[in-house]
C-alpha cells in the first residue's frame, strides 16, 4: 500500500504533498510521442548502375540512422523503468522488440557489405523499409507502447490508493463531505473511463506489424488510429483523475 498519510498531524486526513506525490510520480514519466514519419524510400537511385559500393554505402547511412533512432528509444526505456514510471517486465518486453530489429538490421548490414552487385545491393536497401519499416512501424508502435505503460503503472497505483483515500474522506470535517465525495466519484469514474481503454489498447498494439503494414495497410492504418484513440482518451481521463485528486488535497489541507 501506498503511504499516503505519512508526517499527518491527525490520523485519516490527506496532505496536498502526499497526494501530488501519488500522482506527479506517474505524470513525470508522460511522453510527447516523436513525429516520426516514414524516411522517403531510396535504393541506391543516386548511384550508377553498377556502382556497388555507391549502394552499399547508402544503405549503410540508412541502417546507421535506424540504429541511431533504436537507441534513443532503447535509453527513454531504461529511464522510465529508473525512475519507476514501468514495470521491470514492461521494460523487458520493449528492450527485446528493440533487440530484435536491431539484430536484425545488423544482420542485414553484414550481408548488404557482402554483396558483390549492385543488383543484390539494392534488393538489401529495399528491405531496410520492406522489412523492417523502423520509422513506420516499429518506433511509433514501441513509443506507443512505452507511453502506455506508464499510464497503466499510473492507473494502478491510483487505484491501489482508493481505500486510503476513502478512509482519509470519511474522517474530513461533514461541513466537506459533499463536495470530496463528488470529487471522489469524479475520480473514480475517470479512473473506470482510462481502464476501460486499455483492453483496447493491448489487443490492438500487437497488430501493428511490419507484415501488415505491408499487406494490408488500411486495416494497419485503421488499427493505429484505434490505439492512438483508445490512449488520448485513457491519458485525458488519467489526467481529470489527477485533478480530481489535487482537489480533494486542497479541501483535506485546509
Keep these: 500500500m ?3 498519510f505519512k508526517g499527518l498531524k491527525r490520523p485519516g486526513q490527506l496532505t496536498l504533498l502526499t497526494l501530488v506525490s501519488l500522482v506527479m510520480a506517474g505524470f513525470v514519466g508522460y511522453l510527447a510521442l516523436p513525429a516520426i514519419a516514414q524516411a522517403a524510400p531510396a535504393s541506391g537511385g543516386q548511384c550508377a548502375r553498377n556502382d556497388v559500393q555507391c549502394v552499399i554505402n547508402v ?3 540508412l541502417i546507421t540512422a535506424r540504429l541511431n533512432a533504436l537507441n534513443t528509444l532503447s535509453s527513454r526505456v531504461t529511464q522510465q523503468q529508473q525512475a519507476g ?3 521491470a517486465d514492461a521494460a523487458s518486453a520493449l528492450q527485446a522488440d528493440i533487440a530484435t530489429n536491431q539484430n536484425g538490421l545488423k544482420s542485414l548490414q553484414s550481408k548488404l557489405d557482402a554483396e558483390t552487385s549492385a543488383q543484390a545491393a539494392r534488393q538489401d536497401v529495399r528491405n531496410i523499409f520492406w522489412q523492417f519499416r523502423i520509422y513506420a512501424v516499429v518506433l511509433p508502435r514501441d513509443y506507443q507502447q512505452l507511453h502506455f505503460d506508464i499510464e497503466q503503472k499510473l492507473a494502478n497505483r491510483m487505484e491501489t490508493a482508493k481505500a486510503a ?3 482519509a474522506i470519511a474522517a474530513a470535517p461533514a461541513s466537506k463531505q459533499a463536495q470530496l465525495q463528488s470529487l471522489y466519484n469524479d475520480f473514480k469514474a475517470q479512473l473506470a473511463t482510462a481502464e476501460a481503454q486499455f483492453d483496447t489498447v493491448q489487443s490492438t498494439l500487437p497488430t501493428l506489424t511490419p507484415e501488415n503494414y505491408n499487406q494490408d495497410h488500411a486495416a ?4 493505429l488510429a484505434k490505439v492512438r484513440s483508445a490512449e488520448k482518451t485513457a491519458h485525458t481521463a ?3 483523475a489527477a485533478s480530481d485528486l489535487h482537489q480533494i488535497a486542497q479541501l483535506l489541507k485546509n
Design 2 to 4: 501506498i503511504k499516503l
Design 59 to 61: 544503405g549503410n547511412q
Design 85 to 87: 514510471h514501468i514495470t
Design 165 to 167: 483515500i476513502e478512509k
Design 220 to 223: 494497419y492504418a485503421s488499427n
Design 238 to 240: 488519467l489526467h481529470q
